[in-house]
């Protein structure tokens, strides 16, 4: 690797544990380094904002990359200061933070996303900050009603983080906008905004009953629906709940059924309901047979001492849809594993056939004490892979007849293998990169026969 590779992004993958380890390493060895961090651990909190207004001015004048690394500092010095519980105002250098970046946006083609992440993160500290130092509160409201209404779409703002600061003058102060821009009427994007606000205005201050008729008044969806039971069962109205998840489990037929069953299966639970858990449980067991539906029932029956019973008829008619589809066999094998029974799963497999995904799962399990019952499937994989024509294919095609050729030795039938390559390398020959991968596996190729 050149020592010019930037090495940022890949030390951005490393996790916080990780990187204080490598970096605490090298400090024994790098006396200015370890000097350095010295004085910036014991860097004050008034120096440290002077430090990031400093940064700030010079940021603006970096490519795109150097820009959000910049801003990421400044940052970091937010956020350390705010986990230290600092008793400086910092939320006029979170704001500014957070207006540079927005201006930088409205300049730049953003298309790595870089620019808008660190924005993100301004929003999250600036909300902090505010709530560690409250700003005056209508200046902090009209700046949100500025964002929200005339803003060029950016940055987003969740009403919840800014609740604390904004207390309920700020709140009343939004509310009072809101209103007015609704009983304007018709339709647009200041009408949109409107109802999102009204709708997180009735979640912050926890009114319940006004958060529910605005949901309800908008077109029937599964997120929304979802929402309301979980606002409901929130408050403790738990047969509320059931009735609006029964509502929308009525109307909705299709496959995303199961978020709505598994939201009112919970509220069953909440509420002490378990029989009506495992009611409900059981019908969408019957209704789509899947590993999923099966160990949601398996829980609900687990919880009533019932599974015993409900196992056996759960499995019967895993079984006959088995039988005629292969899907479903899928299930069933899957079932059969999540159950530790691998010996069953096989059979099921064998006798009713299914993915060659789950065959080869299960081939991997079997393959040291029965090797004969499992070649089949290797050879299956194996035409598989160089149907693909593609060169990482024929080395994973390769790394499978290393495998035969051992499960052939320990069957005994080496032989056969010796054939096997034969017939292939012949289908193939026109193949080279294949037959290349074979030789750099260290398969020793068949001499071609002489006429």
């Known amino acids: 690797m050149s020592s010019t590779t930037d090495l940022r992004p890949y030390l951005r993958t ?13 400090l024994a060895r790098d006396p200015e380094l370890r000097q350095s961090l010295e004085t910036r651990a014991t860097v004050t909190p008034a120096t440290a904002v002077v430090e990031a207004h400093l940064l700030l001015d010079t940021a603006a004048t970096a490519d795109d990359y150097d820009y959000a690394a910049k801003v990421g500092s400044v940052l970091d010095t937010l956020e350390r200061l705010l986990d230290a519980g600092s008793r400086a105002d ?17 300049q ?3 298309s790595s996303g870089l620019v808008y992440d660190v924005l993100e993160r301004c929003v999250q500290l600036y909300a902090r900050a505010c709530a560690a130092h409250p700003p005056d509160v209508e200046r902090l409201a009209d700046w949100i009603l500025q964002i929200e209404f005339d803003g060029p779409g950016w940055p987003d703002i969740d009403l919840a983080d800014f609740a604390q600061a904004l207390g309920d003058k700020g709140l009343s102060r939004i509310k009072s906008t809101v209103d007015t821009v609704l009983a304007e009427g018709g339709e647009g994007p200041r009408q949109d905004t409107a109802q999102r606000l009204l709708e997180d205005l009735a979640e912050v201050s926890g009114d319940v009953d ?14 929304v629906s979802l929402k309301i039971v979980r606002v409901l069962r929130g408050a403790g109205r738990h047969s509320e ?47 789509k047979p899947t590993l999923d539906s099966y160990l949601a029932l398996r829980e609900a029956a687990t919880e009533l001492k019932q599974w015993p019973t409900h196992r056996r008829a759960a499995q019967s008619l895993l079984r006959e849809r088995a039988a005629e589809d292969s899907d479903a066999a899928d299930e069933l094998v899957r079932v059969l594993i999540t159950e530790e029974r691998t010996d069953e799963a096989w059979r099921v497999s064998t006798r009713f056939g299914g993915s060659l995904e789950l065959r080869l799962e299960l081939a991997e399990t079997r393959e040291a004490e029965h090797p004969v019952e499992v070649i089949p499937i290797y050879k299956i994989h194996v ?5 693909h024509k593609d060169p990482s294919y024929y080395r994973e095609a390769a790394k499978q007849l290393r495998k035969l050729r051992t499960l052939h030795k320990r069957a005994d039938t080496a032989e056969e293998f010796s054939s096997y390559l034969a017939d292939l390398v012949e289908t193939h020959k026109r193949k080279t990169r294949l037959i290349a991968e074979v030789r750099a596996a260290r398969i020793a190729l068949p001499k071609p026969a002489r006429v």
């Open 14 to 26: 490393l996790d916080a544990e990780t990187l204080v380890e490598l970096l605490h390493g090298q």
């Open 383 to 387: 035409d598989q892979l160089i149907a």
């Open 90 to 106: 910092l939320a006029p250098l979170a704001r500014r933070t957070l207006d540079d970046v927005s201006r930088m946006l409205e």
């Open 241 to 287: 709940a059931i009735a609006h998840a029964a509502r929308a489990l009525a109307h909705d037929k299709g496959p995303t059924r199961d978020p709505v069953v598994d939201a009112l299966a919970e509220t069953y639970q909440e509420a002490g309901q378990g029989d009506e858990a495992l009611t409900l449980r059981r019908t969408e067991f019957d209704r």
């Open 210 to 223: 006004a958060l529910v008729a605005i949901l309800s008044a908008k077109p029937p969806r599964l997120d």
């Open 108 to 110: 730049i083609d953003d």
